[in-house]
């Protein structure tokens, strides 16, 4: 054979390995082709047959009005002995249904003295489980010399004792987070704010152990932290929880390095020094002082508002960059019911009636209950801080709500 003849005789070869090599590797890519689509359809069929999102629970009524459940339980959550957890389960026997964590229970409490129950809101304060729920709650002492304290607290802590009866609506609220997801997330707690962050906080990892969370919880001392010890063990559990405790003003006894974190409070300087730069949601939950610090101080730090998520106890309302149009001074508000009619000039509709002499049936006083909610006759309300309650149409929340024109209640 000449060269010239072995040298083609190479070439074919060699020209044989290439198409060889480039035939199984699109054969190969077809396998894997097909096993992706087959993968796709069956997908498919599964979320038409069960929905796009089956492990995030809807976040409607899981029950209708009012159901008893019977308190199984009671335990201290401070030192101080100013929280107190009640675990609650049905008295129908039945299993309960999840909730979104974040969450909170409404309850219709008879007080002695009191013509109708008190309506008052508390957050469920762990994650869901089948057979019971828990809230955990503070008790409100006097906001100053010669005032009374917190009815509804007081009451829980002095009067309900297990194997009581207390009448419940299901878990609502729009303060809630996803933990279908494994984005990293910071959660954000002042005192008694920890509650419905704690169940965010256990929820998440139970769902997620491994997602990247960040939790700062602010308390004066070691006397007023609640769930210490459950935050120390879910810290130990799961290195992706990154764990911040504040102390504004430590004890002597409180040892910085094992009770406490950081002396200070939670703020926003706190927050850029230690976090990363990530995209992350925050949940905020606190005291007023502590919101209206921390929210427009995110928004500020370029934080976009969509991702700010937060709650404030009691009823407080909080300015955000998206302000709420300014509605005219001195609107006429007339209340049908009572024949009254009032000129508006700051302040809630609630406080309006009030100040008027309309007796008006309110609770939480925050959006929350549903207690304040009223049919307009005409006219138009605006909001500065979104209810939780699901306001019927037509309808307004007067501890929220303020006149966007002159208005006319069935009140």
């Not at 070439?11 to 054969?27: D, E, R, S, T």
């Not at 920890?194 to 152990?209: D, E, G, Q």
């Not at 990363?276 to 502590?290: I, S």
Request: one cysteine or more.
């Amino acid at each position: 054979m000449t060269a010239q003849g072995l040298l083609l005789l190479i070439l074919l070869v060699i020209l044989v390995q290439l198409l060889v090599y480039a035939g199984v590797g699109m054969f190969r890519h077809w396998l894997a082709y097909q096993a992706l689509k087959d993968r796709v359809g069956e997908a498919a069929d599964d979320m038409a047959v069960a929905g796009t999102e089956p492990e995030a629970p809807l976040p409607g009524l899981a029950w209708e009005g009012w159901r008893d459940f019977r308190v199984t339980r009671r335990e201290a959550e401070d030192a101080a002995g100013n929280v107190c957890s009640f675990y609650l389960a049905p008295a129908d026997g039945k299993l309960l249904p999840g909730y979104l964590p974040g969450q909170f229970l409404t309850f219709g409490l008879d007080l002695p003295g009191q013509p109708k129950p008190l309506v008052r809101c508390y957050s469920l304060s762990d994650q869901a489980a089948p057979d019971h729920c828990r809230v955990s709650i503070k008790r409100v002492p006097p906001a100053a010399p010669g005032l009374p304290p917190g009815r509804s607290s007081n009451h829980f802590h002095d009067h309900v004792r297990v194997g009581d009866i207390l009448s419940v609506k299901a878990p609502g609220g729009h303060f809630f987070l996803d933990v279908t997801s494994d984005a990293p997330v910071v959660l954000v707690a002042g005192g008694i704010g920890i509650t419905p962050i704690y169940s965010m906080l256990a929820a998440a990892l139970a769902a997620r152990p491994g997602r990247e969370v960040w939790c700062f919880y602010g308390v004066r001392d070691g006397a007023e932290a609640v769930f210490r010890d459950a935050l120390a063990g879910l810290a130990a559990r799961h290195p992706g929880l990154h764990l911040h405790q504040c102390y504004s003003r430590p004890r002597p006894e409180d040892v910085q390095g094992r009770d406490y974190r950081h002396a200070g409070r939670v703020d926003i300087e706190r927050l850029r020094l230690e976090l990363p730069l990530k995209p992350f949601h925050f949940y905020v939950c606190g005291p007023t002082p502590m919101m209206e610090m921390l929210v427009p101080g995110l928004e500020e730090w370029g934080v976009p508002p969509a991702r700010i998520h937060y709650e404030a106890f009691g009823p407080a309302t909080l300015s955000r960059r998206a302000a709420v149009p300014e509605t005219g001074l001195g609107l006429a508000v007339t209340f049908t019911q009572s024949g009254v009619r009032a000129d508006w000039q700051a302040g809630s509709l609630l406080e309006l009636a009030e100040a008027s002499g309309v007796k008006v049936e309110s609770g939480c006083r925050s959006g929350c209950c549903g207690a304040c909610q009223t049919a307009i006759v005409s006219g138009e309300v605006i909001y500065e801080q979104h209810p939780e309650y699901e306001v019927e149409p037509g309808n307004c929340l007067l501890c929220l709500a303020r006149p966007r024109t002159e208005l006319v209640l069935a009140a």
